[in-house]
């Protein structure tokens, strides 16, 4: 079957760096995505990864292991504004995405 | 500006009814989705739509249906076989052979 793994919460401090892994396993993988979502609203995009290594965006990094089913994403020079919830999410088969539950990440002064 | 148009964004309904939510894109892409979010648990997958007149159930489509007369729009119905309907509903889009899935503002539904 499917199955993502991600914490639940962290919570870090404006400034720092923080570590959101992700493990999954899944059969047809085609790809992993981070998205954002602040409460209430629709997830935002912010990384995909579909071949192993990191992957850098501004103060967004993600990292994928295919052969351990594992991911990261990467936060550099925490800002308040990045509280929110974090998906994992892992495309499989033709066409289709499976979530993790979310990390919740707060971000304090 | 291209996008996803979810509306409502709040609803209200009784137990027992129906209700429509609605979705519709100008990104001009083939596949369309809809997500259900329950507080501490993922988007699960109701519907997806790869073409037009063509869906195919999620891993929850049970008391839900839609429909995908046109490729623009995608909307779905909770019918009163859905046990638990109170959900945040969320509509999403894809490009085929595109990466990233671009979601609506959602809909939030409270049945009493």
């Known amino acids: 079957g499917q199955n993502i793994d991600q914490p639940t919460e962290m919570t870090a401090t404006e400034g720092a760096i923080v570590q959101i892994n992700c493990t999954y396993q899944?059969?047809?993988?085609?790809?992993l995505f981070w998205y954002q979502q602040h409460a209430g609203e629709a997830p935002t995009f912010l990384s995909y990864n579909v071949l192993d290594g990191l992957e850098e965006k501004g103060r967004f990094s993600s990292f994928l292991s295919r052969s351990k089913g594992y991911s990261y994403l990467l936060l550099k020079e925490l800002q308040m504004k990045d509280s929110a919830s974090y998906l994992c999410a892992v495309g499989y088969n033709t066409d289709k995405l499976i979530f993790g539950t979310g990390t919740r990440l707060q971000v304090f002064p | 500006d291209g996008g996803i148009t979810q509306s409502p964004k709040y609803l209200f309904r009784k137990e027992g009814q129906n209700v429509t939510l609605s979705c519709e894109q100008n990104?001009?892409?083939?596949?369309m989705y809809w997500y259900r979010q329950d507080p501490g648990q993922g988007l699960r997958l109701i519907y997806y739509?790869?073409?037009?007149?063509?869906?195919q159930k999620g891993d929850i489509a049970e008391g839900y249906s839609v429909s995908r007369e046109k490729k623009e729009s995608f909307p779905l119905t909770v019918t009163s076989a859905q046990k638990n309907p109170t959900a945040f509903y969320l509509c999403?889009?894809?490009?085929?052979?595109?990466?990233?899935?671009?979601f609506g503002s959602g809909t939030r539904l409270t049945v009493v």
């Open positions: 739509s790869q073409i037009v007149n063509d869906f």
């Open positions: 990104l001009n892409h083939d596949a």
């Open positions: 899944t059969s047809g993988f085609n790809g």
């Open positions: 999403a889009s894809r490009l085929t052979g595109d990466d990233g899935y671009t």
